[in-house]
């Protein structure tokens, strides 16, 4: 069939059923933007390029789709890059079109001319640039098979303007071929069975979940796996909401603002499980002194992650969607029915742990804590909402703080640790889940960094209820210039005029304002009943910390204590 | 240690760019890279040698096997093969030097490819350790410059690196 290359790629979109473009047109994508109109095709105008892409992101999360973006040339694909560096820190599948001058002008720095290619190569799973329409079909097809199979990751697709508008023969490719591009799928079995014997022989065993756990669904998968074994697990901060956070077997976050109980299991522990997990520095505190009583297993879908950071004993490669259930099959009911009696030492010390150092935070009646914030948020939602969160100690509150109950209902930036995430990734996962509350928690740094993107919520009436926690901070860096600066708070201080309610408001946001505890549970009550996109502003003390915390480069078992 | 690769990677544009940034950002010790067609119009075959102990070698190997346009990475190192760089030397040549020159040229087989008045040209193939020690020799002369292409390698027998 002839079609203009516009045209071809709104075809390819509807090949690969996607459902909603986030973007923001411009010159360059001109012909692009006027097929999506001939197509009304969905599409979700942000107010900001990386709202754009921050969005299609949070979408991703939540419904395990590519998530689609639009942006023109030059600074349109530019302003992407901050969230395609956020998706690909955490694997998130995105196909990011941009438009790229013409063919004729490429190379000649001209008006709006960006090498969004070149920009873009350390932080995409891959590339293209489009200079002749008989390739877009299949560099389409390519781009998202790319984007969502093996590990996913962000597919840039630059397509020169004069393309848009060229014709061709178009038919979709059934199938990709790629040399070079095998992704992982299932593994070697035989490797299970000394990672089975490893798991028989272990005293102190313990399971370590990550975020692959999320990207691959297989958190049924890992619960069946910590219930047959009887095996203790921590999560990584990408990992939360795999395993309900009042599971048993559950002992929580690991890492820099980990628990106890995690920290000092995974200290002590005699085997390690690593379920598609990367080893970050956050987790692993000093890296000589991470796990140093273990072996390590490594179960991930990506062979570069193997002694990345961490030198591991034992490989499972392949998806958790096949290593999983190929474990669970071999695992011996009449076996591992004598494991959880076996353990009942080691597990009686990580429980004496957990009693001995809870997550905890000083009651106080004058001001709001933060925590209390999303322990009430927790208890209201009952730990159904999908939760989103901006960076900083917003971001660790409400891990530590906030009852996961599901698998995909937890949407932040582990990896890049993007201020200004919170809100356009909200908004995205409420258009990925229309049906379900979608609850922001920002800091007042971070919700300043994208906060032209209430006008987007509001005009397309997203009913995403943003938490605004403001300490009058850049919380987490005062907290560390409060530790180890000696309390020098250079350029942290961000009090200043902006009234948020009237900023959400002159948005079209509804907006409510507390600063005394009394108000607190039945404030939230009713802006989470409010039908529409809404915003509370809690006032929050300046100085409270994230506690516990292992300093940067510090032993996991050298934790500074919080808590009164 | 050091380890000889040969690269086979899609001849599309931008793949050098994809490896060359990969490289840099991963902060791998690149000693040489060299690039050139292959037997197959679609593949280049890129020899990279790196200084790496073994789990640096398996970053390396495996950050570059997930590049989408490589296709195959095959260490070298160690299989029995042909390892030749090719140099070229500027030096210094006066009426009085030029003899002593070509007695060091012969002794290396290497070739004189160009000469003037004040400068000879020499061309050497060979391992890169007889490449050092001709310019070792040579530098009591006076080496004006000297450019070295990167290590090529190749296993010997039937097998293609394709294949090893």
Same mark, same amino acid.
């Given at each position: 069939?002839?079609?203009?290359? +516009?045209?071809?790629?709104?075809?390819?979109?509807?090949?690969?059923?996607?459902?909603?473009?986030?973007? #923001?047109?411009?010159?360059?994508?001109?012909?692009?933007?006027?097929?999506?109109?001939?197509?009304?095709?969905?599409?979700?105008?942000? !107010?900001?390029?990386?709202? +754009?892409?921050?969005?299609?992101?949070?979408?991703?999360?939540?419904?395990?789709?590519?998530?689609?973006?639009? @942006?023109?040339?030059?600074?349109?694909?530019?302003?992407?890059?901050?969230?395609?560096?956020? =998706?690909?820190?955490?694997?998130?599948?995105?196909?990011?079109?941009?438009?790229?001058?013409?063919?004729?002008?490429?190379?000649?720095?001209?008006?709006?001319?960006?090498?969004?290619?070149?920009?873009?190569?350390?932080?995409?799973?891959?590339? #293209?640039?489009?200079?002749?329409?008989?390739?877009?079909?299949?560099?389409?097809?390519?781009?998202?098979?790319?984007?969502?199979?093996?590990?996913?990751?962000?597919?840039?697709?630059?397509?020169?303007?004069?393309?848009?508008?060229?014709?061709?023969?178009?038919?979709?490719?059934?199938?990709?071929?790629?040399?070079?591009?095998?992704?992982?799928? @299932?593994?070697?079995?035989?490797?299970?069975?000394?990672?089975?014997? @490893?798991?028989? !022989? +272990? !005293?102190?065993?313990?399971?370590?979940?990550?975020?692959?756990?999320?990207?691959?669904?297989?958190?049924?998968?890992?619960?069946?796996?910590?219930?047959?074994?009887?095996?203790?697990?921590?999560?990584?901060?990408?990992?939360?909401?795999?395993?309900?956070?009042?599971?048993?077997?559950?002992?929580?976050?690991?890492?820099?603002?980990?628990?106890?109980? =995690?920290?000092?299991?995974?200290?002590?522990?005699?085997?390690?499980?690593?379920?598609?997990?990367?080893?970050?520095? !956050?987790?692993?505190?000093?890296?000589?002194?991470?796990?140093?009583?273990?072996?390590?297993?490594?179960?991930?879908?990506?062979?570069?992650?193997?002694?990345?950071?961490?030198?591991?004993?034992?490989?499972?490669?392949?998806?958790?969607? $096949?290593?999983?259930?190929?474990?669970?099959?071999?695992?011996?009911?009449?076996?591992? @029915?004598?494991?959880?009696?076996?353990?009942?030492?080691?597990?009686?010390?990580?429980?004496?742990?957990?009693?001995?150092?809870?997550?905890?935070?000083?009651?106080?009646?004058?001001?709001?804590?933060?925590?209390?914030?999303?322990?009430?948020?927790?208890?209201?939602?009952?730990?159904?909402?999908?939760?989103?969160?901006?960076?900083?100690?917003?971001?660790? $509150?409400? =891990?530590?703080?906030?009852?996961?109950?599901?698998?995909?209902? $937890?949407?932040?930036?582990?990896?890049?640790?993007?201020?200004?995430?919170?809100?356009?990734?909200?908004?995205?996962?409420?258009?990925?889940?229309?049906?379900?509350?979608?609850?922001?928690?920002?800091?007042?740094?971070?919700?300043?960094?994208?906060?032209?993107?209430?006008?987007?919520?509001?005009?397309?009436?997203?009913?995403?209820?943003?938490?605004?926690?403001?300490?009058?901070?850049?919380?987490?860096? +005062?907290? $560390?210039?409060?530790?180890?600066?000696?309390?020098?708070?250079?350029?942290?201080?961000?009090?200043?005029?902006?009234?948020?309610?009237?900023?959400?408001?002159?948005?079209?946001?509804? =907006?409510?304002?507390?600063?005394?505890?009394?108000?607190?549970?039945?404030?939230?009550?009713?802006?989470?009943?409010?039908?529409?996109?809404?915003?509370?502003?809690?006032?929050?003390?300046?100085?409270?910390?994230?506690?516990?915390?292992?300093?940067?480069?510090?032993?996991?078992?050298?934790?500074?204590?919080?808590?009164? | 240690?050091?380890?000889?690769?040969?690269?086979?990677?899609?001849?599309?544009?931008?793949?050098?760019?994809?490896?060359?940034?990969?490289? /840099?950002?991963?902060?791998?010790?690149?000693?040489? &890279?060299?690039?050139?067609?292959?037997?197959?119009? *679609?593949?280049?075959?890129?020899?990279?040698?790196?200084?790496?102990?073994?789990?640096?070698?398996?970053?390396?190997?495996?950050?570059?096997?997930?590049?989408?346009?490589?296709?195959?990475?095959?260490?070298?190192?160690?299989?029995?093969?042909?390892?030749?760089?090719?140099?070229?030397?500027?030096?210094?040549? /006066? /009426? *009085?030097?030029? /003899?002593?020159?070509?007695?060091?040229?012969?002794?290396?087989?290497?070739?004189?490819?160009?000469?003037?008045?004040?400068?000879?040209?020499? *061309?050497?193939?060979?391992? *890169?350790?007889?490449?050092?020690?001709?310019?070792?020799?040579?530098?009591?002369?006076?080496? &004006?410059?000297?450019?070295?292409?990167?290590?090529?390698?190749?296993?010997?027998?039937?097998?293609?690196?394709?294949?090893?």
């Amino acid at each position: 069939m002839k079609m203009t290359g +516009a045209q071809a790629i709104v075809a390819s979109l509807k090949n690969e059923g996607v459902k909603v473009i986030f973007g #923001y047109p411009g010159g360059a994508v001109l012909t692009l933007y006027d097929a999506l109109y001939a197509a009304n095709y969905p599409h979700i105008l942000t !107010r900001h390029e990386q709202g +754009a892409v921050h969005a299609a992101d949070g979408y991703a999360r939540v419904t395990g789709d590519v998530g689609v973006v639009m @942006a023109t040339s030059g600074p349109g694909a530019t302003n992407l890059v901050t969230g395609i560096a956020t =998706a690909y820190m955490d694997s998130i599948p995105l196909v990011l079109i941009t438009g790229q001058v013409a063919v004729s002008l490429i190379g000649r720095d001209s008006f709006q001319e960006a090498d969004i290619r070149g920009i873009t190569t350390p932080i995409t799973k891959h590339n #293209y640039l489009v200079k002749k329409v008989e390739q877009l079909p299949r560099v389409m097809k390519e781009a998202f098979y790319i984007a969502r199979t093996g590990r996913p990751g962000p597919v840039v697709v630059d397509v020169a303007k004069d393309v848009f508008a060229a014709e061709l023969e178009y038919s979709y490719p059934q199938t990709v071929e790629l040399r070079g591009y095998r992704p992982l799928y @299932a593994g070697d079995e035989a490797v299970l069975e000394p990672v089975m014997a @490893a798991m028989s !022989r +272990a !005293r102190r065993p313990l399971l370590f979940v990550g975020g692959g756990v999320n990207l691959s669904r297989t958190a049924g998968e890992v619960q069946t796996l910590a219930e047959r074994t009887g095996f203790p697990l921590v999560l990584s901060l990408m990992g939360l909401g795999t395993v309900p956070s009042v599971h048993p077997r559950n002992f929580g976050l690991v890492g820099m603002h980990g628990t106890y109980a =995690a920290n000092m299991a995974t200290t002590e522990c005699d085997l390690l499980v690593g379920l598609g997990v990367r080893f970050d520095d !956050r987790v692993t505190g000093l890296l000589e002194h991470f796990a140093p009583k273990a072996k390590v297993i490594h179960f991930d879908v990506d062979p570069a992650e193997v002694n990345k950071n961490v030198r591991t004993d034992m490989r499972v490669l392949g998806d958790l969607k $096949w290593s999983l259930p190929a474990l669970l099959q071999r695992l011996d009911p009449a076996e591992t @029915a004598g494991w959880p009696g076996k353990l009942a030492p080691w597990l009686g010390q990580l429980e004496e742990w957990r009693q001995e150092n809870p997550l905890t935070y000083e009651q106080r009646d004058d001001v709001i804590m933060p925590q209390a914030v999303i322990e009430t948020v927790s208890e209201l939602t009952r730990g159904e909402a999908v939760v989103v969160t901006d960076v900083g100690q917003n971001q660790m $509150w409400t =891990a530590q703080f906030y009852g996961f109950k599901h698998p995909g209902s $937890w949407v932040t930036s582990g990896g890049l640790g993007t201020m200004g995430y919170g809100l356009p990734a909200g908004l995205g996962a409420q258009v990925g889940c229309p049906e379900k509350q979608v609850i922001v928690f920002a800091g007042d740094g971070g919700i300043m960094m994208n906060c032209q993107e209430f006008d987007t919520v509001a005009k397309f009436g997203l009913p995403v209820k943003v938490i605004i926690l403001n300490n009058r901070v850049l919380g987490m860096v +005062a907290q $560390w210039q409060r530790m180890f600066y000696g309390g020098r708070y250079a350029h942290t201080d961000l009090s200043g005029r902006t009234d948020f309610v009237k900023l959400a408001e002159a948005m079209g946001v509804p =907006a409510l304002r507390i600063t005394e505890p009394r108000e607190l549970r039945e404030t939230l009550e009713r802006v989470l009943a409010l039908p529409g996109p809404a915003v509370l502003e809690v006032r929050i003390p300046s100085d409270e910390d994230v506690l516990p915390m292992v300093p940067g480069g510090a032993r996991l078992d050298q934790m500074v204590m919080g808590g009164r | 240690m050091k380890h000889t690769l040969a690269v086979l990677v899609e001849n599309r544009p931008g793949v050098l760019t994809h490896i060359s940034g990969l490289i /840099s950002r991963r902060a791998f010790n690149i000693e040489s &890279i060299a690039a050139g067609y292959t037997e197959e119009a *679609e593949t280049t075959r890129i020899t990279i040698v790196v200084e790496a102990d073994d789990m640096e070698l398996e970053q390396v190997v495996n950050q570059l096997s997930k590049l989408v346009d490589v296709i195959k990475i095959t260490d070298l190192t160690g299989i029995d093969g042909i390892h030749r760089e090719l140099a070229l030397i500027k030096v210094k040549a /006066s /009426s *009085e030097t030029r /003899s002593d020159i070509v007695d060091i040229v012969d002794i290396f087989r290497a070739k004189i490819v160009d000469v003037n008045r004040e400068t000879m040209v020499i *061309e050497l193939t060979g391992e *890169e350790t007889k490449i050092d020690a001709l310019c070792e020799v040579l530098a009591d002369h006076g080496i &004006i410059e000297i450019v070295r292409t990167g290590k090529v390698a190749l296993s010997r027998g039937p097998v293609p690196a394709k294949d090893l």
